[in-house]
């Protein structure tokens, strides 16, 4: 497997997992496992955050397997069908590898909290997508992706805390605006590592460049605007879930939603602000310092 690879995927042992359940966790630089919402992690409540790992692990493997590059199309397929017969609570034949545990895990406790499964059922058929798609012709197209694949986490982490049904839709808001933000961040790896680029083909033809241009060393003027209106729609989609907060059972889980929007609205300035083909930089510790603050008084007010 090669290094570049590594830096990308491998260990991912999640996935952008919606508010309020914020422990996202996602590869950086070297391979080491990077946490999207650090501070909002760190206000989970234990149960919670174990309930979020075990969704993580479980998207961690599915893109595992989607993104793997040396793996062949027909045997990704034969893996993602192995954990579809996981999830439908079948026994693994053969053994049980990382994959086959992860999904048993996630069913398992789909089970103990009385919730169906369509969920990972969806997550499975995004995975599958990634494997014969490679581009996507318009937001729409990109859109439809993330319902798949992204708002699925969104609601199954917006169950475990105990929301119910009344922001079920900001919970899915959250979860995909976040997911565009993470594609954005990454599309110079994706298109360089997996010839995979999610941001849509209309996009870079309106501003006058090329979906080839994320090779380049430097991000173009053309190319910045492909990135910040990506940017300005993930703006958009956690906006709409502002006041999720409101609906969860305890203060603390509460703190940690607002938190993760105050994060999530953080990274896209810094996205907008930096160079993705040279790499952008976290907000330093003053900045942390208003995120914490910033979600504290909104958890509070909630």
Partial sequence: MVREYTAIHDHTKAANVSTPSPSVQR??????????????????????????????????????????????????????????????????????DDGLRAAHTLRHLLESRGLDFQDPWQM???????????????????????RYWAAPMGRMAYRFAGGGDSAIGQAESFAIGAEVLFLVEHAPAHHRWLGRVYLPDRWFREAGCDTADLGAAQASTELRQVFVRAVGEARRLIDASAGIEGSLPTRRHRVAAATARAEALAWAGALERGDLLTGVNGPGFARRLCIGMAGMLGGMRS
């Fill in 124 to 146: 499975l058929q995004a995975a599958e997508l990634d494997i014969a798609k490679a581009s996507y012709p318009d937001w729409s197209d990109l859109l439809a992706w993330c």
């Fill in 27 to 96: 590869p950086g630089a070297g391979g080491a496992t990077r946490v999207l919402f650090p501070l909002a992690t760190g206000r989970l409540p234990p149960e919670l955050a174990d309930n979020v790992r075990i969704l993580a692990d479980y998207a961690g493997e599915l893109r595992t397997i989607a993104d793997h590059p040396a793996l062949e199309p027909e045997r990704k397929q034969e893996r993602l069908a192995a954990l579809a017969t996981a999830i439908r609570g079948d026994s693994a034949a053969g053994g049980i």
